[in-house]
């Protein structure tokens, strides 16, 4: 696609629930980052997709927190009994290889509300 | 863990002004990015500079980066309402076949008219 899309734009669930994120990267991108923004915060690394394996795992905060890459192209990114500590904006972005030389794509995210 | 930190939090000046932005790092990189963010949703890339260069340019924009103070500057010229935003740096410390970015907090940029 013509850039990075990430669905929902918006979810409010319930404490408890299990939530699906998804991210839908620029066509050929092979690696793929999930970052995760609490209000007013920076960027927290989550994990880092290249291609369908995740070398790089380190930031996703718990086991409730899990994703997947298929067919090189779109993630999806599940948080299990989603707590309030979770709610916060989850961004998506794409590069065209592992190195940042050329910086990255980010697309719109998805703003978690826990209830 | 934050690698990146911008100073200061939060900038007010008028349009036309010039606007600069901080940020110091803590261990080598591979090279300096900066990022801008509106209406916190989706970052948007502005300008990358390498470990081995000191200054870069992008239309208003000019990067600096002073390795041996582990910091970067990034100055806004001729500022206009459009430029608010919030204004992050990003580094690169990838060492093992493959690099990510650690992102700072931000600097927050008002630009009156």
């Known amino acids: 696609g013509a850039g990075v899309s990430q669905s929902p734009s918006n979810k409010v669930t319930e404490k408890g629930k299990d939530v699906e994120l998804r991210c839908d990267p620029i066509?050929?991108?092979?690696?793929l980052y999930w970052y995760r923004q609490s209000l007013g915060q920076g960027l927290e690394f989550l994990i880092y997709?290249?291609?369908?394996?995740?070398?790089?795992k380190s930031g996703l905060p718990s086991d409730r927190f899990s994703a997947e890459r298929t067919g090189g192209s779109v993630s999806t990114l599940t948080i299990q009994r989603t707590q309030q500590e979770d709610s916060a904006v989850y961004l998506c972005?794409?590069?065209?290889?592992?190195?940042?030389?050329?910086?990255?794509?980010f697309g719109s995210g998805t703003r978690l509300t826990v209830v | 863990s934050q690698q990146g930190e911008e100073d200061p939090q939060a900038l007010s000046i008028q349009e036309g002004e010039n606007a600069t932005m901080n940020c110091s790092y803590k261990?080598?990189?591979?090279?300096l990015q900066w990022y801008r963010q509106n209406s916190g949703r989706g970052l948007v890339h502005l300008i990358l500079?390498?470990?081995?260069?000191r200054e870069k340019h992008s239309g208003r924009l000019r990067v600096t980066l002073d390795t041996s103070k582990k910091s970067s500057s990034l100055l806004i010229t001729a500022s206009r309402a459009a430029d608010t935003a919030s204004y992050f740096c990003?580094?690169?410390?990838?060492?093992?076949?493959?690099?990510?970015?650690?992102f700072g907090k931000g600097t927050m940029l008002l630009v009156s008219p």
């Open positions: 972005a794409s590069s065209e290889t592992g190195f940042t030389n050329y910086g990255y794509t």
């Open positions: 066509s050929g991108h092979t690696a």
């Open positions: 997709f290249q291609g369908n394996s995740a070398p790089d």
């Open positions: 261990t080598s990189i591979n090279n």
């Open positions: 500079i390498r470990s081995n260069e």
């Open positions: 990003a580094t690169d410390q990838g060492n093992s076949g493959y690099s990510t970015l650690t």
